[in-house]
């Protein structure tokens, strides 16, 4: 191989590993976006998806359907867990303590985070679990470069998911109202916009696209583990600063450009410095730019 | 508050100080001594962190990794130097204390939330470079054969803390004492005031001369510095270190333990610590359910008592931040 070639590969590695970090980071700021919360248990919500995904395939693959339809199957299936989740999570975790300080959100999503890992371990058990292969196995030479189905689904199905949030937010009476929530919740509510449930709404979508991001991890990887999601949540949560944290094309850049790094990062450095390289990245950017790369100066309230 | 209401608190202290003094005698479990030496080591923590984010709110989310410098300070120049213990708390301490002022020379020109994902970035980062640096830190392995204290008792000889519990119980805990004492001297001097009043309203906190970036990198010396202390303890009570010992769920723990105390509030800190700390071992009987139980209990404890346990003062009173307030915020 090229260093030329070797330098696509690793951009298209990397691509994969950012279309899944952009799926999670969107949750992360879109909660941000409306109630200025760190939702520290939203990677938990990822692994919950990729635990549903699981116990899907298992409980589908005696039928033999084609592979498309249990794709989507399994997304539907783990998207409709993950939602339920969040819309829970919200109802009764943190919509009681909203007028609180806002720290107690942040201590209730640890909290909730704590009781998730540990549900998980219990019901799935503390060792990796392999994911049977869903997806066939075909892989394409494109000038050197070698591209798997897999992949492409994970850049289709990130794509396609990004651009329906981007028409949902901006096109719908929903996106608008939670566009207005996040500007000012109270002069939302005296214009008799339902706050509470557009606030669940917003966790339940963003929780949906963990879900995905959850399969297509445990797809893309082969193995899950119950305490994969710290790791990842908090690389999305990076991911979703990186792009300006409340901000969803935001999070979409944000997420990209951090799977780039770190496909590149793993690539020409060494991949045990490559973690190091993504936080100095962060804490670089936060100095000089601390809005992130698309933020505007929307993130003022402190 | 009069003097007599302060003399029957100091009192109760004195008192509570006491009854912690007997705990090794009236009950000798090393066991249960250990979980209370190392709820004791949280408890250091938190007072120092309830300086960073209690009284000058500022949100941090790395604090573990000022136990880490102070653990690896002390633990590298007793292993290269063979430094004592006593002397070792010292460069400990500075360290840290000037990690913990460096980190926030950059981080004060970031603000809130931003400033709570810098410090989580930088516990981040210290934690992998402790893990990588194998040549200096051991890497993963982390740091073998670390002294534990000694004592130089007079006509005796030297009394080695060795791996009984006793000892680290009651060198913790005179620890934990001095420091509250430290804090709260400090909380009510001028210096603690005008924390208060940084966390309170920053820009009125300028606008009446309060040198606010000055105090802000005092307060986040003054929390490193006691994590620091904290580090070296730990290090010579557990004769090992690895970077495991330091991660992330550490500085939300000790988070935690703030909050659930009360912000600010420097019993609170402790009481929120010893709580936090030994919760897990009275849940013990839960067997696998209990770090379960844990976060649960975390979301309950927090719901039914949103100011803490001893803020009654404060927090509670501020405004959720729903409103922007561009002015008021803006650097």
Redesign the interface.
Known sequence: MTSLQVFIQQLANGLTLGSIYALIALGYTMV?GVI?L?N?AHGEVFMVGAYATLMLVLLISPLGLPWWVALVVCALGAALVCGALGGLAEQF?YR?????????A???A??????????LM?IFGATDRQFPSVIPFVRWNVGGITLTLMQVIVWASSAALMAGLQALVMRTKLGKAMRATA????ACALLGIPVDRVIRLTFVIGSMLAAVGGMLFGMNYGTINFHDG?LTG?KAF?AA?LGG?GNIPGAMVGGLVLGLLEGLGAGYLSS??K??FT??I??AL??FK?TGLLGE?V???? | MDSRGLRARTRRWIGLGAVALFVPIIHPNAYHLDVLTSALLYALLALGLNLIVGLTGLLHLGYAAFFAIGAYTYGLLNIHLHCPFWIGLIPAAIVSGLFGAALGMPALRVRGDYLAIVTLGFGEIVRIVLTNLDQVTGGPNGLLGIDHPKFWLPGRGFFDFSVESAPYYYLVLVAVGITAWLCSRLSRSRIGRAWVAIREDELAASCSGIPVLDLKLLAQGCGGAIAGVAGAIFASKQGSITPDSFDFILSVMVLAMVVLGGMGSIRGAIVGALILGTLPEWLRGFDQYRMLIFGLAMMVIIRLRPQGIFGAFQASRRKPATAKEPHARAA
């Open positions: 941000y200025q760190i520290f975790a009681p303590i909203r007028s609180a300080p806002r720290l107690n942040l201590i209730t640890i909290g909730l985070s704590f009781f998730l890992q540990n549900a219990l500007q000012d919740r109270t710290y908090m990076t600063v944290i045990q410095w973690n190091v936080f100095l962060l804490v936060l100095l601390p100066r993130a003022e309230r402190a």
